[in-house]
């Protein structure tokens, strides 16, 4: 049986490992890991979810264009 990745599980190694520490300290950021082990497209986030990530994941925005967000190509894997 094939298992479908998740957003979580194409989170690069940095995002992730910031997202569980912080997903011990905030119930927020628990809540955030658990949307994300739940959608399997980029595209099911909300703007508040993406927003919500880049707090709990320590990114900087204005390093990114729109496209790396809106596509979540800053975020995920190759």
């Known amino acids: ?4 990745k ?4 194409e989170l690069k190694p940095e995002y992730k490992t910031e997202l569980n520490a912080n997903a011990r300290k905030y119930s927020s950021a628990k809540r955030l890991k658990y949307t994300l082990m739940s959608k399997t497209i980029w595209q099911d986030l909300t703007m508040s979810e993406v ?3 880049t707090t709990y994941c ?3 925005t204005y390093k990114f264009s729109a496209q790396d967000i809106m ?5 995920l894997k190759d």
């Open 1 to 4: 049986m094939i298992k479908i």
């Open 6 to 9: 998740t957003i979580y599980d």
């Open 51 to 53: 927003s919500t990530m």
């Open 58 to 60: 320590d990114v900087l």
């Open 71 to 75: 596509y979540g190509k800053a975020f």
